[in-house]
């Protein structure tokens, strides 16, 4: 094989190993710890949580993937007899092997697992890029009505677990948990699943706008122009400033704003420039260097470039009212 073809191949392999990398890279950016917090902050999520807890009378909770507590602790509306299980060490290994289980069967959609002491929980995913990051919960209800049988046999293994609850405690707890059928708890599921498309809208909503916005160096940057911009302004000092290299901020400035930061220097001198310009008494020299040019012929040709006719000419249209 000829170099060219072999350049042409390595080129290819080069290609597609970055390609390779750019994946797992934005991949690795899915952070579910961080979505779970965003959403939970959201409107979105906090109007939903309430309406939905309104309507069911059922507590919801949304946690990261890895999360390993029980989901709904602390959560509104949370049974009390599962408040107490949740909050003993001892008896809330059961609700976390209830926990696994969920989460093992409803990673590509909402399932339902009955615990031990027959309460139903449902987790729903919450996808996003094709991946499971998080869950919807809730639960805590029972599928029937419960028998006084239930109740017994739950105070039995709570007292195995050595929780001191009292039988009427257990009663009052299954008493006033939730009866969701079977049917029921399909539409809560599907409900939910349709919510967590919304979120998952939601979140690549964000993603696409954090990408979007500049870095805050860059912006950083442009405030130091701002503030500065009368003096005589070096790519040196503004990278100084910013504590990073000269080439580092020149690339990356150009990538964020599509100017180069002389461009943007000039624009923003010229900006100002019109402003002071519209004052009749000032003259275009004084104007130049109030602006921060350092010369009048720079001025003259940094302000013809970028607005189209010279300093002088511009000011003459606007007393004119003509279109400049």
């Known amino acids: 094989m000829g170099n060219g073809n072999c350049t042409i191949v390595a080129a290819k392999q080069v290609g597609r190993d970055m390609e390779s990398v750019r994946d797992r890279s934005l991949k690795s950016k899915v952070n579910g710890r961080q979505i779970v917090q965003d959403l939970e902050r959201s409107d979105l999520y906090q109007t939903f949580r309430d309406a939905f807890g309104e309507i069911t009378g059922l507590p919801m909770a949304i946690r990261a993937k890895d999360y390993w507590h029980p989901p709904m ?6 049974n009390a007899l599962c408040s107490s299980i949740a909050r003993d060490p001892k008896a809330c290994s059961c609700c976390l092997e209830t926990q696994l289980k969920l989460l093992e069967s409803a990673q590509e959609q909402g399932q339902s697992v009955v615990c031990s002491l027959g309460m139903v929980d449902i987790a729903v995913p919450i996808h996003v890029s094709g991946e499971c990051v998080a ?3 809730t639960g805590q209800l029972l599928p029937q009505p419960p028998s006084i049988h239930e109740v017994r046999r739950a105070s039995v293994k709570l007292q195995r677990w050595r929780l001191d609850i009292s039988l009427e405690a257990i009663e009052d707890s299954y008493l006033s948990a939730v009866v969701y059928s079977a049917q029921r708890q399909k539409a809560i599921i599907r409900l939910l699943t349709q919510f967590a498309e919304r979120l998952s809208e939601q979140v690549n909503a964000m993603m696409i706008r954090a990408r979007l916005e500049e870095p805050r160096f860059i ?5 130091y122009i701002q503030s500065n911009i009368t003096e005589h302004i070096r790519l040196e000092d503004i990278a100084r400033h910013l504590n990073i290299s000269p080439f580092y901020l020149c690339r990356q400035f150009k990538k964020h704003t599509k100017l180069r930061i002389t461009e943007y220097l000039s624009r923003v001198r010229v900006e100002r420039a019109k402003k002071l310009l519209l004052d009749p008494n000032r003259r275009v020299s004084e104007v ?4 921060g040019f350092q010369s009048l012929p720079h001025f003259n040709r940094s302000f013809k470039r970028i607005v189209g006719a010279t300093p002088t000419v511009w000011r003459q249209r606007l007393t004119l009212n003509l279109p400049a």
Do not use: T
């Open 73 to 78: 602790l602390g959560e509104k509306r949370e």
């Open 135 to 137: 869950f919807l919960y």
């Open 219 to 223: 912006s950083m940057a442009k405030q």
């Open 288 to 291: 130049a260097f109030e602006a």
